[in-house]
């Protein structure tokens, strides 16, 4: 890892096994479809040399990563890995309502909205298919979430609305919701 940030929590889930989870699949929505469509014309053999970070802004989630540079954890994203990061949807942040947003993107919540962000990661490669027909409790950077593969994959309230996004660095998967820890 290139940043002490998030390297400490690395080492110490390294150790940790990674999964436990239950709830039910929700319907996708249009503009999740839409986030679906570009990442599927993004994921290819030439793609896979992007990491994270760059993944994520070419599939346009801008409000992810403007989190994630307000957070400082943009570095700790375009690091070696792997990691598993569940993706809210710019949709899914704009649910939290714009007050919020602006709240946890002003520089003396830097704190929480990083552990909200680490919430989002799980140290290691996670695919799909490795959850498929599993409930499980997983580790993330920022304290433990069930994750439930037995109809579709559900991780805490949010729905994986698309799964295994290749980045050099490690996986994402986009999910409906902005989890909270």
Do not use: W
Not at 43 to 52: A, F, L, N, T, W
């Amino acid at each position: 890892m290139k940043t002490l940030l998030i390297a400490p929590a690395v080492l110490a889930l390294a150790a940790t096994p990674a999964f436990a989870c239950s709830g039910k699949a929700k319907a996708q929505t249009a503009s999740v479809q839409e986030t679906e469509v570009i990442f599927a014309s993004n994921h290819s053999e030439k793609h896979m040399s992007k990491d994270i970070v760059a993944t994520a802004d070419a599939a346009g989630f801008t409000t992810l990563l403007a989190a994630a540079k307000a957070a400082g954890l943009v570095e700790a994203l375009q690091g070696d890995g792997p990691l598993t990061v569940f993706a809210p949807t710019d949709e899914a942040f704009a649910a939290l309502g714009e007050d919020t947003i602006n709240d946890l993107l002003k520089p003396e919540n830097k704190d929480k909205l990083a552990g909200i962000l680490k919430y989002h990661v799980i140290a290691g490669k996670v695919k799909a298919a490795d959850l498929a027909g599993k409930t499980t409790t997983a580790e993330t950077l920022n304290g433990s979430v069930e994750i439930d593969g037995t109809d579709g994959v559900m991780v805490g309230n949010a729905t994986v609305v698309q799964a295994d996004v290749e980045a050099s660095n490690g996986v994402i998967h986009v999910i409906d919701t902005v989890l909270m820890p």
